[in-house]
């Protein structure tokens, strides 16, 4: 007599519960990291735009604007695109004057599902100061 060497159908479910469970469970982790990764290179090229905007009014001696809205910030040369996870507390223009330095004392919030990120702009030097605070529950 010759042994069939196959799964039985129960084997196959199991096997197929436990495939797609170890697949479901690895695609969350990874999105998260891709989440984290996205936000942190969001905050570096803001920080990296805010610094151009300001170097180009001083060196092209003309003042700029630095505008941000809900979807995107754009100094009218270079616009970057504002993720879907992270919020702006109110849109806003940044005035540059022909030296690079801003107008303005504004205080820039970011809101993400983990942190709150805020920027407070000092007014004249076009210098800021960076803060993130946790936030006490995740919607």
Known sequence: MWR??????????V?????AFLILSLSGGI??????VEEQLFFLSFEHLYRDTQKLSA???????????KEKISNGIETLDVPENI????????????AGGNSSLAKL?????KKTVTYQLY???GQYKKTENESLYSP
Not at 15 to 19: F, G, M, Q, V
Not at 87 to 98: I, P, V
């Open 123 to 125: 007014i004249g030097s």
């Open 4 to 13: 069939i060497k196959a799964f039985t159908l129960l084997e196959s479910l």
């Open 109 to 113: 919030s970011f809101q993400t599902p």
């Open 87 to 98: 919020k702006l507390g109110k849109d806003m223009t940044l005035h540059f004057d022909q």
């Open 59 to 69: 060196l092209s001696k003309q003042e700029m604007t630095l505008t941000l809205d």
């Open 15 to 19: 096997t197929l519960a436990i495939t």
């Open 31 to 36: 999105n998260q990291t891709f989440a984290s």
